[in-house]
C-alpha cells in the first residue's frame, strides 16, 4: 500500500520530468489504487457494527414488551430509515457521504436483524442455513450497487455460512456456493482489486473444495481422500498464481504462497508410511470425477500458456491423486522415500524460486515451511530410535542450531535480494 | 447528467429495498400461513435449555418420534435407497385430543389428505450383523432398518431472555405440551402447555 501511495506522489514528477506520458500515468493511478480510509469513515462504521450488533441483540433478547407484529414492523422500519438516510446524506445531499456510507451498512446489519427476528418469532431452527442465504441474497445486490466492501464481506459470509450449515453431501449449497462466489463475489473484488475481499473468497473456495472430494466418494469422512482434494486445489490456485502473474495481477504473490502452503502440507502427508497404508480403505464413489474435473482445468490453463517449464514441476505431483486407484503402491518403500526427497525438494524449490524471483513472503514462508518439514521428520524418524532424554536435547540443539542457521542465512540473502533489486 | 446517474442509482437501489422487503414478508407469510390454515396439534415434549447466538434463549423440545423404532411404526422406508440427510414424511392420528405418528414414508404422496410434517433424516440404525452371517463383501446399506432420527423442523422455542432456566424447571415439573400447526408438511410451534 505504501509503494501505491509513494507512486501517486511521483506521477506528477515524472510526467512534469518527461519520463512518462499523462496517459502512461493515469494508467498507473487506475493499476495501483490509492484507498483511503479517513478517521470519519472508520469511526462511523465502527459505529454503525456497534448499532447493528445491538439492535441483533436487542432482539436476540426475546424482548415481550412488544408484539411480534410491532416487533417486525420496527426493525423493517429501521431497516428502511438507515437505507434511506444513509442514501441521502451520500448521494443526493452529498454533504456527509462517510456516514451515508455507514448508515447504508448498518442497513444490511438491520435487515439481517430483521431475518433473525422473524425466525425468532415463529421459532425456526437456529442451525437453518436459509436464514444466511436470505441475508446474502438481499446484501449483495447492495454490495455491487455502490461498490461497497463492507456489503461484499457481509455477503460472502453469509453466503459460506449458508453452505456451512447445509452441510448435506452433493445438495443445493455444495453445487451453488461454488457459482455463487465465482459470479458474485469474485467480480466486484477483482473489480476493485479488493485485495482482503479477494483472500477471503479464495479461501471459502478452499471451505467448498477439500470436503468435496469426501463428500463425492459418498462417505463420511476420508481423510486420505481430503488430502488429495487438497493438493488438487493447491494446483489450481499454483496455475491461477502463474497465469495471474503474466498478468501483472494484483494477488499473484498471495495466490504462489496460498497454493505454496497447501502443496507442502498436502505433500507431507504423503511422507508418512501410516498415511500411505491406508489407501484403499475408503470408496471411491464419484471421487474420479473430481480428479477428471480439476486435470481439465489444468489442462485448459496450460493450452491457453501453450508452454511447459521447470515451473510446472509442481504438477507432477498430479500422480499422486492415483494413489487411490492403486492402493497397493501405498506399501512400497521406495515409494515412501521418494514422496520423501520430493517433499525437500518442493520446500527448498520455493526457497530457491522466492530468491531467484525476488518474492520475499515466498522466501520467508520457504524457509519456515522448511524447518517444520525438518522439525516434522526428526519426530517422525527419531522418536522411536532415540532414549527419551537423547532425543529431547539433540531435538533442542539441533533446533537451536537450525533457527540461529536459518536466521542467519535468510538475512544475509534477503539483503542480497534487496541489493539485486535496487540494481 | 449527475443527476440522471443518481436517479438511475437510487431506482436500482428502490427495487433492492422492495426485493428485500418481499423476502422479509415471504418469511412472515410462509409463516402466518401454516399457522392459520394449518391443523393444529398437541404433542407430549421432553425440554432441555440451550442458547442462540443470534436469537437468544430457546428451549430444545425433544418429541417421542424424533427417535423412531422401525419396528414399532408402520413404514414403507427401502433399507438400499434411504439414506441421510434426506427428507422423510411423518403422517399422524389423532387418540383421545393427543396426536401420535402411525406412519413414516419417503413419498410425499402416501401422506396426502392425512395430517403430516416433513422432516429431515439425520441417523439411520441398521440390523447389525454377526461375522460368521456376514458375507464376504457385505453392503452396509442393504443391511435391515432398526431406528431412524430426524429432525422436524419443530424442536426449538424461543423464550425471553434469562427465562430458560425458568421455563425449563417450571415444565420439569409438570408434563409438557407443544402446541403446532401443520399445513401440507410444514409446521410451526404456537406455543407450550403444561399440566
Redesign the interface.
Known amino acids: 500500500m505504501f509503494f501505491n501511495q509513494n507512486l501517486q506522489r511521483e506521477l506528477p514528477r515524472w510526467v512534469a520530468d518527461g519520463l512518462i506520458t499523462p496517459e502512461n500515468a493515469e494508467t498507473l493511478r487506475q493499476r495501483y489504487p490509492v484507498t483511503k480510509n479517513s478517521m470519519t469513515q472508520t469511526l462511523a462504521l465502527l459505529g454503525s457494527v456497534l448499532l447493528g450488533i445491538g439492535v441483533?441483540l436487542f432482539?436476540?433478547?426475546?424482548?415481550?414488551a412488544m408484539s411480534r407484529t410491532l416487533k417486525?414492523a420496527v426493525v423493517?422500519l429501521a431497516?428502511?430509515l438507515a437505507?434511506g438516510g444513509g442514501?441521502y446524506l451520500r448521494?443526493?445531499r452529498g454533504t456527509y457521504p462517510k456516514v451515508g456510507y455507514a448508515l447504508i451498512c448498518l442497513g444490511s446489519l438491520l435487515?439481517g436483524a430483521?431475518?433473525?427476528l422473524?425466525?425468532?418469532?415463529?421459532?425456526?431452527?437456529?442451525e437453518?442455513g436459509s436464514?444466511f442465504l436470505?441475508w446474502y441474497?438481499?446484501v449483495i445486490?447492495?454490495a455491487w450497487?455502490f461498490q461497497s466492501s463492507f456489503n461484499l464481506v457481509l455477503a460472502l459470509f453469509n453466503l459460506t455460512a449458508w453452505f456451512i450449515a447445509g452441510h448435506?453431501?452433493l445438495?443445493w449449497p455444495f453445487l451453488f456456493f461454488p457459482l455463487l462466489l465465482v459470479l458474485t463475489i469474485l467480480p466486484p473484488a477483482i473489480r476493485k482489486k479488493n485485495h482482503f475481499v479477494f483472500v477471503l473468497a479464495v479461501l471459502a473456495g478452499y471451505i467448498w473444495f477439500i470436503p468435496l472430494g469426501v463428500k463425492l466418494a459418498g462417505i463420511n469422512y476420508s481423510f486420505q481422500l481430503g488430502i488429495i482434494s487438497l493438493l488438487l486445489f493447491s494446483l489450481v490456485i499454483y496455475l491461477l498464481g502463474q497465469w495471474a502473474e503474466r498478468r501483472a495481477f494484483f494477488a499473484e504473490g498471495f495466490l504462489q504462497a496460498l497454493s505454496f502452503v497447501g502443496l507442502f502440507a498436502g505433500l507431507a502427508a504423503f511422507t508418512f508410511h501410516d498415511f500411505l497404508s491406508r489407501f484403499g480403505a475408503d470408496a471411491l464413489g464419484a471421487f474420479p470425477w473430481l480428479i477428471a474435473g480439476t486435470l481439465a482445468v489444468i489442462v485448459l490453463l496450460k493450452i491457453k500458456e501453450r508452454q511447459l517449464t521447470l515451473r510446472d514441476i509442481p504438477l507432477l505431483l498430479l500422480l499422486l491423486c492415483l494413489l487411490p486407484f492403486f492402493p497397493q503402491l501405498g506399501e512400497s518403500s521406495f515409494l515412501l522415500i521418494a514422496l520423501n526427497v520430493l517433499f525437500f525438494i518442493l520446500t527448498l524449490g520455493a526457497v530457491y524460486y522466492g530468491y531467484q524471483a525476488k518474492r520475499p513472503l515466498l522466501f520467508n514462508l520457504g524457509m519456515l515451511l522448511f524447518a517444520v518439514a525438518v522439525a516434522m521428520k526428526y519426530f517422525d524418524i527419531f522418536f522411536a530410535l532415540l532414549p527419551r532424554s537423547a532425543f529431547f536435547m539433540s531435538g533442542g540443539v539441533l533446533l537451536l542450531a537450525g533457527s540461529f542457521l536459518l536466521e542467519y542465512k535468510r538475512r544475509d540473502l534477503l539483503k542480497s535480494m534487496e541489493e539485486g533489486a535496487g540494481q | 447528467m449527475i443527476s440522471k446517474i443518481?436517479r438511475q442509482?437510487?431506482i436500482?437501489?428502490a427495487a433492492?429495498?422492495v426485493?428485500?422487503?418481499v423476502?422479509?414478508a415471504g418469511?412472515?407469510l410462509s409463516?402466518y400461513l401454516v399457522?392459520l390454515q394449518g391443523e393444529k396439534m398437541t404433542l407430549q415434549v421432553e425440554p432441555v435449555d440451550p442458547r442462540?447466538?443470534?436469537?437468544?434463549?430457546?428451549v430444545i423440545l425433544n418429541y417421542s418420534f424424533n427417535n423412531l423404532d422401525l419396528s414399532e411404526i408402520s413404514h414403507d422406508l427401502v433399507p438400499e435407497k434411504v439414506q441421510d440427510?434426506q427428507p422423510v414424511y411423518l403422517a399422524f392420528s389423532q387418540k383421545n385430543d393427543i396426536w401420535a405418528p402411525d406412519f413414516v414414508t419417503q413419498d410425499a404422496a402416501k401422506v396426502k389428505g392425512r395430517t403430516y410434517i416433513k422432516g429431515k433424516i439425520l441417523y439411520l440404525s441398521r440390523k447389525p450383523m454377526e461375522p460368521e452371517e456376514r458375507p464376504d463383501s457385505v453392503d452396509y446399506n442393504s443391511l435391515p432398518l432398526t431406528m431412524l432420527r430426524a429432525?422436524w423442523?419443530?424442536?426449538?422455542?424461543?423464550?425471553?431472555?434469562g427465562q430458560g432456566k425458568v421455563i425449563e424447571q417450571q415444565i420439569q415439573d409438570g408434563i409438557v405440551y407443544a402446541q403446532v400447526s401443520v399445513y401440507h408438511g410444514k409446521s410451526?410451534?404456537t406455543g407450550l402447555l403444561t399440566e
Not at chain 1, 59 to 64: L, R, S, T
Not at chain 1, 118 to 126: E, N, T, V
Open positions: 441483533i432482539f436476540a433478547a426475546n424482548w415481550e417486525i423493517v431497516v428502511l437505507y442514501y448521494y443526493v435487515y430483521a431475518i433473525w422473524i425466525g425468532q418469532i415463529f421459532h425456526l431452527a437456529p437453518a436464514a436470505l441474497l438481499g445486490p447492495v450497487l448435506y453431501p445438495s | 443518481f442509482k437510487g436500482k437501489f433492492i429495498l426485493f428485500q422487503i423476502l422479509l418469511m412472515v409463516s399457522i442462540s447466538l443470534f436469537q437468544g434463549d430457546y440427510q429432525n423442523g419443530i424442536e426449538q422455542y424461543y423464550v425471553p431472555e410451526r410451534v
